[in-house]
């Protein structure tokens, strides 16, 4: 079994909290990791689960063991109770910990029974600081999820489709879902080709027949459950026009990759559209690294009208990082140049450049260097 690195971050919650709530898509390892933390755990998804601490409630509650509620959100009740029990000892923390897979709602249990008294924890796929550096194609091409991506290579494109069948066929339409199946399938491919592009839901309905807020409703179900990432663009006071429309990604390149029916890495080699791939692997494995060092950061990218352009800005409370992302081992000075001015015109301190060179090259606020050196970075 991997260790996670997030496992030091929930220990720390729960040293400060009576509730942690860690989200997370499905089969992203929530549950393995929750096991190794001890306690008692519930599947709330199992009914037989579901009744026995119905049943053994007070019992439960009163034990100094930590209470691991899986999928805690198919329980809407199960919250008032936790608020009671919690209530009823404030200063006793570590005490649940709720596993969730959809986002908006658990968080809306989460929002209206247990503020103030919870902290939330995001787990992602597996990353690269949880793999060895070798791993690094690998965990591109069939990406982090550990019942396949990366430790099992051989069940790819296998593994991912029924994980995209499954999600369709049953896991969304439990969540609230409205859309057929048939739609899903229509719109994750549609959002697939759209990778790492600006977020235009116009195009996309018009393509399926669907209004412009139908899509943008599902778009906000999407993001909920940890699939997609849609990165804001940067605002500045600046004289330049700038994009405004965010920018579309699926968060896990193995899903990518099997949604574009890449047979396998050669075949990756060939599209057209590998630089927007490694471009999304890049910013994934960067603020999920960020997560688990538990800096906080908020993060944009930027495009101005004359095409000055950053794929990934990270704001640390005012210290500006500009980054830009390109597949080549060789950057040229040009791709240099181009960020530079770009970083100048929202004053960023450091510049960035990511690409998959073997000799990174650190210039005090700039830096050329790869993947993996750019996370140690990150850790600085």
Not at 38 to 50: K, L, R, T
Not at 219 to 247: C, E, W, Y
Not at 281 to 291: D, H
Request: charged share 20%; net charge neutral; hydrophobic share 40%.
């Amino acid at each position: 079994m991997i260790p996670r690195k997030q496992k030091r971050i929930i220990q720390n919650r729960l040293e400060h909290f009576p509730a942690v709530v860690l989200l997370g898509p499905r089969q992203c390892g929530k549950t393995t990791l929750a096991k190794t933390l001890g306690g008692a755990y519930f599947d709330i998804e199992n009914p037989a689960d579901q009744q026995k601490l119905d049943l053994q409630w007070d019992t439960i509650i009163n034990e100094e063991s930590l209470v691991i509620l899986d999928e805690a959100q198919c329980l809407p009740e199960l919250f008032v109770r936790l608020r009671v029990a919690i209530d009823q000892d404030r200063k006793r923390n570590g005490r649940f910990l709720l596993l969730g897979s959809v986002s908006p709602a658990l968080m809306t249990q989460v929002s209206e029974s247990l503020a103030g008294r919870m902290a939330i924890v995001e787990l992602s796929p597996l990353i690269l600081p949880e793999l060895k550096e070798s791993q690094i194609d690998a965990l591109w091409f069939y990406g982090g999820y550990p019942d396949g991506g990366v430790l099992d290579t051989e069940t790819y494109p296998q593994w991912p489709e029924s994980y995209i069948r499954t999600l369709t066929m049953r896991d969304l339409p439990q969540w609230g879902w409205p859309a057929k199946p048939q739609t899903t399938q229509q719109l994750l491919s549609m959002l697939a080709a759209a990778h790492a592009q600006s977020w235009n839901a116009s195009r996309i309905a018009s393509s399926m027949g669907l209004s412009f807020q139908t899509i943008n409703n599902y778009m906000d179900f999407l993001d909920g459950t940890f699939l997609f990432r849609r990165l804001q663009p940067f605002h500045a006071n600046i004289r330049k026009r700038m994009v405004k429309s965010p920018k579309l990604y699926i968060r896990d390149t193995g899903l990518l990759h099997s949604l574009m029916g890449v047979r396998d890495f050669d075949h990756l080699m060939t599209q057209p559209w590998i630089g927007a791939s490694w471009e999304g692997f890049v910013i994934e494995q960067t603020l999920s690294t960020l997560a688990v060092l538990d800096r906080t950061c908020k993060y944009f990218y930027m495009r101005t009208s004359d095409q000055k352009e950053a794929d990934l800005i990270l704001d640390f409370a005012g210290e500006i990082w500009a980054a830009e992302i390109k597949l080549t081992s060789n950057p040229s000075t040009g791709d240099m140049a181009g960020l530079r001015k770009t970083a100048d015109i929202i004053g960023a301190s450091r510049r960035i450049l990511v690409c998959r060179t073997s000799k990174p090259i650190d210039g005090g606020d700039t830096l050329v260097t790869n993947l993996p050196a750019w996370l140690k970075t990150l850790a600085l």
